[in-house]
């Protein structure tokens, strides 16, 4: 079992960043894959972000590719998503994933929702135009 807690979420005007942290508690964090999901109001909920268990490989939607970065610290059991140059387009309720994992795994694994086990309870980002 792990639970995971999001915080870092606000409201920013456009063109502005955010940081986004997700704790996790237990201490087996390192085995788990990490993701960011977002889903905005009358829409289904999307993949944004994910992250391997050790953090060498990292995946990332087409809408937030190069203005996104994820990243993890297993030391402190946190992941990280900075959101740089953000848009009104990125307004949303954003969750964090985990899902325990083992091996190789291809792409979709990582960005499908429903491989992830483990939600937290959503930070709220809105960006103003």
């Known amino acids: 079992q792990v639970q995971l807690v999001e915080s870092g979420g606000g409201l920013v005007q456009a063109g502005g960043s955010l940081r986004l942290s997700c704790a996790a508690s237990g201490r087996t964090f390192s085995s788990y894959a990490m993701g960011w999901f977002r889903q905005a109001p009358g829409k289904e909920r999307e993949f944004v972000a994910a992250?391997?268990?050790?953090?060498?490989?990292?995946y990332y939607s087409d809408s937030v590719k190069g203005r996104f970065t994820i990243s993890r610290d297993n030391a402190k059991n946190t992941m990280y998503l900075q959101m740089n140059s953000l848009i009104p387009e990125d307004t949303a309720v954003y969750y964090c994933?985990?899902?325990?994992?083992?091996?190789?795994?291809?792409?979709?694994?990582?960005?499908?929702?429903?491989?992830?086990?483990?939600w937290g309870q959503g930070t709220q980002v809105t960006v103003s135009s």
């Open positions: 994933a985990a899902v325990l994992t083992t091996g190789y795994n291809p792409n979709w694994y990582y960005t499908n929702a429903g491989s992830y086990d483990y």
């Open positions: 992250i391997s268990t050790i953090g060498t490989g990292t």
